[in-house]
């Protein structure tokens, strides 16, 4: 671990401890990748609209790794015609 | 056919053209050449989800030969092709069918390669790293602030229950994958994460507690 953690001791900490407040689980975070990417890609202020969501991909490294992926593959992608 | 959200200026996944979600769905939904056509490029969009997924994980695996990784990819497509079918009846058209697709293929090859990677390691459950964390503060303040914090925290680790301490240092001390861990603990990704919001919680409440922190900062 110690070779990707922030200097900053205080993001050290942040980064232990998680996010404060509600989130969702991996389960339920998994259900709404898909729909959670599109809305990125289309501009859409995601950490408004699903603050759970966000606040669990800000705390569970495996499933943010998951996200990234799903919303780099999708943007490698053709768009599909109208 | 109802526009799910956000999928009109989104980048969409190429399948068939002009496909639309629930076409998909009725093509795998029926039987004979039609249904096989539709699982054939069906399982050809997971298998590049999943190489898509493998070559941006290798480089943190240099162990892994070619060889193994695409065995691991083809492995993923086809578990990924399984549970979509298996669940064919959960998708509801809100999103494009082909990005609800690739994220069974990309859970799978992650999660593949995390326990391929780990397989035969054992699972850290110490918390030796703890010194390291302070010495790699750049100023002499930041090193003593970051000790404190740190000797704080370290001791509220000591509270935690057996299990939640274990969850944390593997997970957040020694960066063990949730799912490689899950394995090893015969439980779900979804219980260990559960014990690890349980454990952080009770670890920002007790710092705030101690007054480390801003006010409220890590409730």
Request: charged residues 25%; contains cysteine.
């Given at each position: 671990?110690?070779?990707?953690?922030?200097?900053?001791?205080?993001?050290?900490?942040?980064?232990?401890?998680g996010p404060a407040g509600p989130e969702l689980?991996?389960?339920?975070?998994?259900?709404?990748?898909?729909?959670?990417?599109?809305?990125?890609?289309?501009?859409?202020?995601?950490?408004?609209?699903?603050?759970?969501?966000?606040?669990?991909?800000?705390?569970?490294?495996?499933?943010?790794?998951?996200?990234?992926?799903?919303?780099?593959?999708?943007?490698?992608?053709?768009?599909?015609?109208? | 056919?109802?526009?799910?959200?956000?999928?009109?200026?989104?980048?969409?996944?190429?399948?068939?053209?002009?496909?639309?979600?629930?076409?998909?769905?009725?093509?795998?939904?029926?039987?004979?050449?039609?249904?096989?056509?539709?699982?054939?490029?069906?399982?050809?969009?997971?298998?590049?989800?999943?190489?898509?997924?493998?070559?941006?994980?290798?480089?943190?695996?240099?162990?892994?030969?070619?060889?193994?990784?695409?065995?691991?990819?083809?492995?993923?497509?086809?578990?990924?092709?399984?549970?979509?079918?298996?669940?064919?009846?959960?998708?509801?058209?809100?999103?494009?069918?082909?990005?609800?697709?690739?994220?069974?293929?990309?859970?799978?090859?992650?999660?593949?390669?995390?326990?391929?990677?780990?397989?035969?390691?054992?699972?850290?459950?110490?918390?030796?790293?703890?010194?390291?964390?302070?010495?790699?503060?750049?100023?002499?303040?930041?090193?003593?602030?970051?000790?404190?914090?740190?000797?704080?925290?370290?001791?509220?680790?000591?509270?935690?229950?057996?299990?939640?301490?274990?969850?944390?240092?593997?997970?957040?001390?020694?960066?063990?994958?949730?799912d490689v861990l899950a394995e090893r603990m015969?439980?779900?990704?979804?219980?260990?994460?559960?014990?690890?919001?349980?454990?952080?919680?009770?670890?920002?409440?007790?710092?705030?507690?101690?007054?480390?922190?801003?006010?409220?900062?890590?409730?």
């Amino acid at each position: 671990m110690s070779g990707n953690m922030p200097a900053d001791p205080r993001r050290t900490v942040e980064r232990l401890v998680g996010p404060a407040g509600p989130e969702l689980g991996c389960d339920e975070c998994f259900e709404l990748q898909d729909t959670y990417v599109e809305l990125e890609l289309a501009g859409a202020p995601v950490a408004d609209q699903m603050p759970l969501m966000s606040a669990h991909l800000a705390g569970c490294s495996a499933c943010r790794d998951d996200h990234d992926s799903l919303l780099a593959f999708v943007r490698t992608q053709p768009a599909e015609p109208a | 056919m109802t526009e799910p959200p956000g999928a009109g200026a989104a980048a969409g996944v190429a399948g068939r053209p002009g496909t639309v979600p629930q076409e998909w769905v009725s093509r795998l939904s029926c039987t004979g050449a039609e249904r096989d056509v539709a699982v054939a490029e069906l399982h050809d969009l997971l298998l590049r989800a999943a190489r898509f997924e493998i070559r941006r994980r290798r480089v943190a695996f240099p162990q892994l030969g070619g060889a193994d990784l695409d065995d691991l990819a083809a492995q993923s497509a086809d578990d990924a092709l399984m549970s979509i079918l298996r669940r064919l009846g959960d998708f509801r058209g809100e999103s494009k069918f082909t990005t609800w697709a690739c994220k069974f293929a990309i859970v799978e090859a992650g999660a593949k390669l995390r326990k391929h990677a780990w397989r035969g390691r054992e699972i850290p459950l110490t918390s030796a790293v703890w010194p390291t964390l302070a010495d790699e503060a750049p100023s002499p303040h930041q090193h003593a602030e970051a000790h404190d914090l740190l000797q704080a925290l370290r001791e509220e680790v000591g509270r935690l229950t057996a299990l939640q301490r274990q969850v944390f240092v593997a997970i957040a001390l020694n960066d063990v994958p949730i799912d490689v861990l899950a394995e090893r603990m015969s439980t779900t990704r979804g219980a260990i994460y559960k014990t690890l919001h349980d454990a952080r919680r009770k670890l920002r409440a007790a710092l705030a507690a101690r007054g480390l922190g801003a006010a409220g900062e890590w409730r």
